[in-house]
T-cell receptor, first 110, second 115 residues
Framework: AQSVAQPEDQVNVAEGNPLTVKCTYS??????LFWYVQYPNRGLQFLLK??????LVKGSYGFEAEFNKSQTSFHLKKPSALVSDSALYFC????????FGAGTTVTVRA | DTAVSQTPKYLVTQMGNDKSIKCEQN?????MYWYKQDSKKFLKIMFS???????INETVPNRFSPKSPDKAHLNLHINSLELGDSAVYFC??????????????FGPGTRLTVT
């Protein structure tokens, strides 16, 4: 079965600093990997996806993610975090269904 | 225009009651889903419909019955509600159901509280 793991429950950064949210995956075959963000009391919003091609994927709101096959990782990054980036972030992998990681709560302090 | 909408947003009810949650998408997608998010924020798929046909049923109790009258609507009916059914239920849709790349678009969620 395909799965993803998010090793950190929480990530705290200061505004303006780089933000990284970690994700590792376990798949058989080619991985289809996604990042979603959930703001308080809202539904999930799609940020970006990796299907094939460039290992660096650019997405919404200035986020990007780096696919690393040798380390089986798909970390989400933002060069300069904003307070408004504070939210719950989910990594996900898709075969016949979308399987989510447990989520990482990001807090960006002013 | 809201892409994926759900009603109601909040639902408070007593154990043993029957309730329904409705979902509509105006994106022209072929596939719709129901997810359950528990109190620890863990998300798990419950059902998926493709063009009104059930394609995923993830060992959900029989008390939960999805219905898709057309490909733009997917409703969730829950019989004999239990305390453990308290959660946030999300509807989502995607272009299709293939094991590929299509991202899913989520509704705002329905917070169900069973007392």
């Amino acid at each position: 079965a395909q799965s993803v793991a998010q090793p950190e429950d929480q990530v705290n950064v200061a505004e303006g600093n780089p933000l990284t949210v970690k994700c590792t995956y376990s798949v058989s075959g080619n991985p289809y990997l996604f990042w979603y963000v959930q703001y308080p009391n809202r539904g999930l919003q799609f940020l970006l996806k990796y299907i094939t091609g460039d290992n660096l994927v650019k997405g919404s709101y200035g986020f990007e993610a780096e696919f690393n096959k040798s380390q089986t990782s798909f970390h989400l990054k933002k060069p300069s975090a904003l307070v408004s980036d504070s939210a719950l972030y989910f990594c996900a992998v898709r075969d016949y269904k979308l399987s989510f990681g447990a989520g990482t709560t990001v807090t960006v302090r002013a | 225009d809201t892409a994926v909408s759900q009603t109601p947003k909040y639902l408070v009810t007593q154990m043993g009651n029957d309730k329904s949650i409705k979902c509509e998408q105006n994106l022209g997608h072929d596939t719709m889903y129901w997810y359950k998010q528990d109190s620890k924020k863990f998300l798990k798929i419950m059902f998926s419909y493709n063009n009104k046909e059930l394609i995923i049923n993830e060992t959900v109790p029989n008390r939960f019955s999805p219905k898709s009258p057309d490909k733009a609507h997917l409703n969730l009916h829950i019989n004999s509600l239990e305390l453990g059914d308290s959660a946030v239920y999300f509807c989502a849709s995607s272009v299709n159901a293939g094991p590929g790349s299509y991202e899913q678009y989520f509704g705002p969620g329905t917070r169900l509280t069973v007392t």
